[in-house]
């Protein structure tokens, strides 16, 4: 199943538990080894769902993973690209992930559990990625609600934390399409501002093809949990799990609201809903459900 906006079929690599096409990647050291991420595949099981298609270039990953749920595509039908070049961040930002620098990839879930839980989703992938990330020696945190971030300065000795990656869930019929992208090989000249990271730039070697399967099976782990659970982020130990990745709580914080207002505050807990409890100087508590989230000294 070829996303309808990816390249021609001959530069597609369709990648599925038990099938390989595609030209070998040997010869490009920034391109996805389709040999590698099979291998991985076959030794994760079913624990990393699929089938997983790996585009070298496309606009949006979610933008072809939406499209597969128009068509019909089973849960946890996944598209990998090599480049992104109109990927989307939150409030419509542009995410673009360079040629072979990153991992930029989206997921179709298929929840079952009420609308009002599914705020969870995001966070639990970014869940599943710091801990695919720590499987292979790079340690990350999570800024609230959908950073991937390393603690400590900007690259510059400016105010941190540096962003490693973000996540963006759009709901699409009765699916969410849930996308990650992860700076993996980004080298600091390509870094688009200090406060941007990398792997590479951390100093870690993180091998995409295994880091793709790694997430898939912490998600699709949690996913069930969750699921099983009704959406309950307390009974599936979800919300735990997110306190203790979450480097925004116990920090004071500066709150960019939709609309334009600001809201300076203590980041004290995540709530039942997943959403963010801030206290004002005044003592009063506010759930945030949205917002752009400044870590402040």
Known sequence: ?????????????????????GPSAGADPRLLDDGRLQAALDSAGDGAWGPVVVVPSTGSTNADAADQVD???????????????????????????????????????????????????????????????????????????????????????GPGPRKLGGLLAEVT?????????????????????????????????????????????????RYLDWQLCGGDADRSGLRDEYRAACLTLGRDVRVHLPGGSELEAHALDVDPTGRLVVRTPDGTDHPLSAGDVEHLR
């Open 1 to 21: 199943m070829v996303p309808p906006d990816s390249p021609p079929p001959d530069q597609v690599r369709r990648t599925s538990h038990g099938a390989l096409d």
């Open 173 to 221: 019929g009765s699916a969410v399409v849930m996308g990650a992208g992860i700076n993996v090989d980004l080298a600091e000249d390509e870094a688009p501002l200090a406060r941007a990271t990398s792997a590479r730039i951390e100093g870690a070697q993180v091998e995409r093809e295994r880091l793709v399967v790694d997430v898939l099976v912490g998600l699709r782990r």
């Open 71 to 157: 068509q019909g595509c089973p849960e946890g039908f996944t598209v990998v690209a090599d480049e992104q070049t109109q990927g989307r961040g939150r409030l419509g930002r542009a995410w673009v992930s360079p040629y072979g620098a990153g991992l930029a990839m989206s997921v179709v879930l298929r929840p079952h559990v009420p609308e009002a839980a599914w705020g969870w989703i995001p966070l639990m992938t970014g869940v599943a990625v710091v801990e695919a990330l720590s499987l292979q020696g790079l340690e990350s945190r999570l800024k609230w609600p959908n950073d991937v971030v390393v603690d400590g300065p900007a690259r510059d000795g």
